[in-house]
């Protein structure tokens, strides 16, 4: 007979990898890895054992992207609703079988590197202002936020990040030959790269080359992630216990587990860096460009844009 521990943690994760985002640029996942589900299924089991809530930890939801073609504005929109309704979603239905249930901590990482994209400090305090509001308003018990001057202390954002460079940080060089000969690194920097070049196009677009924004946006990666990178050390630090989620793709074998929030035909695309688009079947993100694109319009709540509504089924990828 299975220990009824181990039922549990092995039910808990079914859910996951039926959500789970994987980093496509390796020929190879760990699906059928044992070595890796048991390690994950290992992690569970220390709060099923204990009779207390799972407890998942996610860096995610920093900022609006400052690139008007991805996004509607600068606070949340039914992108991150939807997204952290997922969330909330997956707590529910742990609870369903396993009667302490589950909680994430979602560690916002906007203040950690809002400086490199160019992103102020009033802006993200006001979208997380909108989040918690958005998290209390619906009631969902099983979200928590957890931030830079959580983690530090009620100093200036710049002087949390200067704390942060010092205490967490690796050195540029170390991250450059990393991106070098981990596989893992160099998809996680194209894929930040991309995102870092996308924004400067559609902010700069007019006044540089293109060749100058990728250069400027080569360098804007390295720095947001050697600042997420840190960040992730404090997260660890912090909540040593807790099973680590990503909201990026992850590669086979790594101890974050990469998830999907929402629908998308782009694994690497976030309710942050885009737009909620409903087809009249469903609901999907996508950039503000692709909606426009469709000529889908845009839905208006609670006093500022919300989604877009498109006329026909289906969109370009």
Not at 47 to 55: A, D, T
Not at 79 to 103: K, N, T, V, W
Request: aromatic share 10%.
């Amino acid at each position: 007979m299975l220990d009824p521990v181990i039922e549990v943690s092995q039910r808990v994760l079914e859910i996951l990898y039926r959500y789970r985002r994987l980093d496509n640029s390796v020929d190879y996942d760990d699906r059928s890895c044992i070595a890796c589900f048991e390690a994950r299924r290992t992690k569970i089991d220390e709060f099923v054992r204990k009779g207390e809530p799972i407890h998942f930890a996610i860096p995610a939801f920093p900022a609006k992207s400052p690139n008007q073609t991805k996004v509607l504005g600068a606070l949340p929109d039914l992108g991150e609703q939807m997204a952290l309704g997922f969330l909330q979603s997956l707590c529910d239905y742990i609870s369903h079988f396993y009667a302490p249930g589950a909680r994430i901590t979602i560690c916002s990482d906007g203040h950690v590197f809002g400086d490199v994209v160019g992103v102020s400090d009033a802006a993200i305090t006001a979208y997380r202002e909108s989040l918690t509001d958005m998290i209390e308003k619906s009631d969902w018990t099983s979200l928590a936020m957890f931030g830079l001057d959580d983690a530090f202390g009620a100093l200036n954002y710049p002087m949390l990040r200067d704390l942060l460079d010092r205490n967490y940080s690796s050195t540029l060089d170390e991250l450059k030959e990393s991106v070098r000969t981990n596989p893992a690194t160099l998809s996680l920097f194209n894929g930040i790269h991309r995102f870092m070049f996308e924004d400067a196009v559609g902010m700069r677009g007019d006044s540089l080359s293109k060749a100058r924004l990728r250069k400027e946006s080569k360098e804007s990666a390295y720095n947001t992630i050697l600042r997420s990178n840190a960040w992730s050390r404090v997260v660890t630090e912090r909540f040593p216990n807790a099973m680590r989620l990503s909201i990026h793709p992850q590669p086979p074998h790594s101890e974050k587990f990469g998830l999907q929030l929402m629908r998308t035909g782009d694994s690497w695309l976030t309710p942050w860096h885009g737009v909620a688009l409903d087809d009249g079947a469903t609901i999907s993100l996508v950039k503000r460009s692709q909606a426009e694109k469709v000529k889908a319009t845009v839905v208006w709540r609670y006093g500022r844009p919300s989604h877009f509504v498109a006329p026909h089924l289906g969109i370009d990828s």
